[in-house]
């Protein structure tokens, strides 16, 4: 399935436009902002709230970049979005929030986070807030079942995996074995028909994300782009980068 032409038309900023040592941080009002100045796509990434909202947030966890401790899932939305952060006076934001800013003028790339355990409530609240939406936006996750339920639940918007070569690095290993094995090669790609692939870019090239472009015509974005040599490498493999700590 083929992806629409604006998805690979501009590159991608990464969490948005960020720059920490100006005090724009990553998934924040000011990151958007910034990307739509440039003219950049944004790719966001999204949590659940504990009362079933969308919250613009990349880490399941909330110590890195804010005051506050603990599972973003712990809390509701009014208290996520009243939580300090360390470096920027902005507050978190609802994918409403970020919709409502964005308003149609750049893409949106929506990276749905996921803990594993077949809860859909979050994909499902993702589809209640872009069904009003008129921009253009597209959703996507590693966790094959949430692509299935994009797939189910936002049929005429479009998705794509996200991938990389091999998941036994040390940020997967609260997976079990099988749950990796699962996103291994795009194997769950018929159940789910995606129609990109965004793939990790050291990992390119490879032959699951070759064959998913070249033979079942996928778009596919490379992430995430920070040197030189990765640019040339997802200039050579794939159609668009996802990038971040530079202006292309």
């Not at 966890?61 to 005051?67: E, N, P, S, V």
């Not at 797939?151 to 997976?175: C, F, H, K």
């Not at 793939?199 to 994300?209: E, I, N, Q, S």
Request: charge should be neutral; aromatic fraction near 8%; glycine fraction near 8%.
């Amino acid at each position: 399935m083929r992806a629409p032409e604006w998805l690979t038309a501009r590159p991608v900023a990464h969490r948005g436009l960020h720059d920490i040592s100006r005090g724009i941080v990553e998934n924040m009002p000011g990151a958007v902002r910034a990307a739509i100045a440039g003219n950049f796509a944004i790719e966001v990434d999204i949590q659940l709230s504990a009362d079933g909202e969308a919250m613009v947030h990349h880490d399941h966890a909330l110590g890195r970049l804010t005051d506050a401790t603990g599972p973003v899932v712990a809390k509701t939305a009014a208290e996520l979005k009243a939580i300090t952060f360390k470096d920027t006076p902005e507050r978190m934001m609802s994918l409403g929030d970020l919709c409502a800013m964005v308003a149609g003028r750049v893409p949106l790339v929506i990276e749905v986070k996921s803990h594993f355990d077949g809860d859909r409530k979050l994909v499902k609240r993702m589809a209640e807030v872009l069904a009003s939406y008129q921009g253009q936006a597209v959703g996507m996750s590693f966790d094959p079942d949430q692509v299935l339920a994009l797939r189910e639940l936002l049929p005429s918007r479009p998705r794509g995996i996200v991938a990389q070569r091999s998941y036994e690095d040390e940020y997967w290993t609260y997976l079990t074995q099988q749950q990796r094995d699962s996103m291994l090669y795009l194997r769950h790609g018929f159940q789910t028909q995606p129609h990109f692939v965004a793939f990790k870019v050291d990992h390119l090239p490879a032959p699951a994300p070759w064959i998913a472009r070249n033979i079942f015509g996928c778009a596919l974005l490379g992430w995430t782009v920070r040197t030189a040599e990765q640019r040339t490498r997802v200039g050579q493999y794939a159609d668009q980068m996802i990038f971040e700590g530079f202006l292309p």
